[in-house]
């Protein structure tokens, strides 16, 4: 038989054999939506119970998976944790990302559209779910386990902060703002975004759009009687409660 020969054979063969990734995927979605699954019910019971307060029996049992599985796959309870933040903490940036991704590029109608970005990022980053949680787990628990949150320090607040100030950056240098330390005030825009709401949130309320709004205006308002180009303290109108 010809080399040619064999190289169609060879050829056809694989055509009519089982693909192997055919016959690993089943077993793949079926790990995938079992691990999902343990870390959704770790999420709600660690910000239920706090770290030291959940149980592994707690999390299988509202996963719908035997206690050995959760082991299985995590080892120990520290290890699931860890990976329910950085779980949460990827979802979280993502829709911070993708926020970003609607800051103003010019100055035409600067309060209005910071202000517009400022309601976004309330409702889809700092009032959502995994912000909340994000928010609930690090009041709880930061600081009797600070080594678990390292993820959270390292990969949510210091990216933001700095992708923000870029786009800060780009304003200030068109000239329609005035800022020294980008960093900072990113992060002094981000506080005062949500100022009005920390005390509602700290005792599980959630805000409602007009608070969100009125939230936002009192922030943006804020933010350019320090920063805006050539703005006195008193030619913005008065900040209304």
């Not at 050995?68 to 309870?77: A, G, L, P, S, V």
């Not at 520290?78 to 829709?95: G, H, P, Q, Y």
């Not at 976004?120 to 709880?140: A, E, H, M, P, T």
Request: contains cysteine; charged residues 25%; hydrophobic residues 45%.
């Amino acid at each position: 038989m010809s080399k040619t020969s064999r190289r169609i054979i060879y050829r056809e063969m694989k055509n009519f054999a089982p693909s192997e990734k055919k016959l690993d995927e089943p077993t793949q979605r079926g790990q995938f939506k079992k691990r999902a699954s343990i870390l959704e019910a770790a999420a709600d019971v660690f910000c239920r119970q706090g770290f030291a307060g959940a149980s592994i029996d707690e999390i299988a049992a509202e996963a719908n998976v035997s206690r050995q599985t959760i082991y299985n796959h995590y080892c120990e309870k520290e290890t699931l944790f860890i990976a329910v933040v950085d779980d949460v903490l990827k979802r979280a940036n993502s829709m911070i990302f993708s926020m970003l991704a609607t800051f103003p590029i010019n100055a035409d109608n600067l309060e209005e559209d910071l202000v517009a970005f400022a309601i976004r990022i309330n409702k889809n980053c700092i009032c959502n779910q995994d912000g909340k949680f994000l928010r609930r787990l690090v009041q709880n628990e930061g600081e009797r386990y600070p080594h678990l949150f390292e993820t959270w320090r390292q990969q949510g607040p210091g990216r933001i902060v700095s992708a923000l100030g870029a786009l800060f950056a780009r304003l200030s240098a068109s000239g329609a703002l005035t800022i020294e330390d980008f960093d900072v005030a990113a992060r002094q825009f981000l506080a005062l975004a949500n100022a009005d709401l920390q005390v509602m949130m700290l005792f599980g309320q959630t805000p409602s759009d007009e608070q969100i709004e009125s939230a936002a205006r009192n922030a943006v308002r804020t933010f350019l009687r320090a920063y805006g180009a050539g703005v006195s303290a008193g030619r913005l109108a008065p900040v209304s409660g």
